[in-house]
Every structure is written in C-alpha cells, then in structure tokens.
C-alpha cells in the first residue's frame, strides 16, 4: 500500500524520524522492518507511523519533508482530521520519494 510519511531532513539530506529513534539514518528503497524504542514522554506505539495524505496539521514542515512510502503489514487507526485523519501503523516501510 502507498501512504505518505514525514521526515526530519538533515543538512547532508540524510532522512531521520520525527521523534523516536532519530538518530537513526534510513535509507531510501530499502525495506525496513519497524523497530521497538520506548522513549521517556512518549506513549509507547511501535510500528511506523504513516497517513492516507502528506498532511498532519499537529507538525511543524521545518526541516521536515513528506515522502511517499510503501507499508506490508499494517493497522489502520482513525485519528483527528488536526493529527492528519486517517493513520496507518505499519511493521514494514520503504521510502520511494519526495513529495513534491
């Protein structure tokens, strides 16, 4: 399935994640299995975190860039329309490319 997922971008173009993890560097087309990091003041939800459209309100778009991503082994779980609707939360991702 292709959803869309934002990235922090750092300044040598390297993708990180947002909040978990986000020292780590993820490459793109690569299919990457979703690890567990549980980290202080945060609620504890494994999974990559992607939406149906390169929209989530609740974020800031500084340093940061949606990128179309194709997810196996998913759940889909409804959020507010402000947290981007539609979430699906997956076991496995690859990032394809930027949206534009």
Do not use: N
Not at 5 to 14: D, I, N, Q, Y
Not at 17 to 24: E, P
Not at 69 to 91: C, F, K, N
Request: aromatic share 12%; proline share 6%.
């Amino acid at each position: 399935m292709i959803v869309y997922k934002l990235f922090r971008v750092l300044a040598t173009g390297e993708l990180t994640s947002l909040f978990i993890d986000k020292t780590t560097r993820l490459p793109l087309d690569l299919m990457m299995q979703a690890e567990e990091h549980p980290t202080k003041g945060y609620k504890f939800r494994p999974y990559w975190h992607c939406t149906a459209t390169p929209k989530a309100p609740h974020l800031s778009d500084v340093g940061r860039a949606w990128y179309k991503v194709e997810i196996e082994d998913y759940e889909v779980m409804d959020r507010p329309e402000h947290q981007g609707g539609t979430w699906y939360l997956a076991s496995r991702m690859r990032i394809i490319e930027e949206v534009i």
